[in-house]
């Protein structure tokens, strides 16, 4: 599996971005799909994942009601609406394959492929 994320870039607060994960490979559809970002000098957290099987979601407290993550079939692409950004949101996001069927996991370790990041920088 093979994931390219692209759709980051610089916006002012209260805005919006989409971010978007090709990916390639085969049998996509027993992945759990997440997004994680990584501010500098912090940790790569956890910000929302998809199960590609079942469309079940799940968020971080930090973006619930803001950000919103899908999938489109079709296109082997996973999605991240992000709405009303804060100035706390800006790091590099990374989307990430996790092996898992319908479980959602939230920790880094648990996920098996990854993308090479996008920059989202929200300025105030």
């Known amino acids: 599996v093979q994931l390219q994320a692209s759709g980051g870039g610089l916006v002012q607060a209260g805005g919006s971005l989409r971010l978007s994960c090709a990916a390639s490979g085969r049998g996509f559809s027993s992945y759990v799909m997440g997004w994680f970002h990584q501010a500098p000098g912090k940790e790569r957290e956890f910000v929302a994942a998809?199960?590609?099987?079942?469309?079940?979601?799940h968020y971080a407290d930090s973006v619930k009601g803001r950000f919103t993550i899908s999938r489109d079939n079709a296109k082997n692409t996973v999605y991240l609406q992000m709405n009303s950004l804060k100035p706390e949101d800006t790091a590099v996001y990374y989307c990430a394959a996790d092996y898992a069927l319908a479980t959602i996991e939230t920790q880094p370790y648990e996920y098996d492929y990854w993308g090479q990041g996008t920059l989202v920088t929200v300025s105030s």
């Open positions: 998809i199960s590609w099987r079942h469309g079940t979601t």
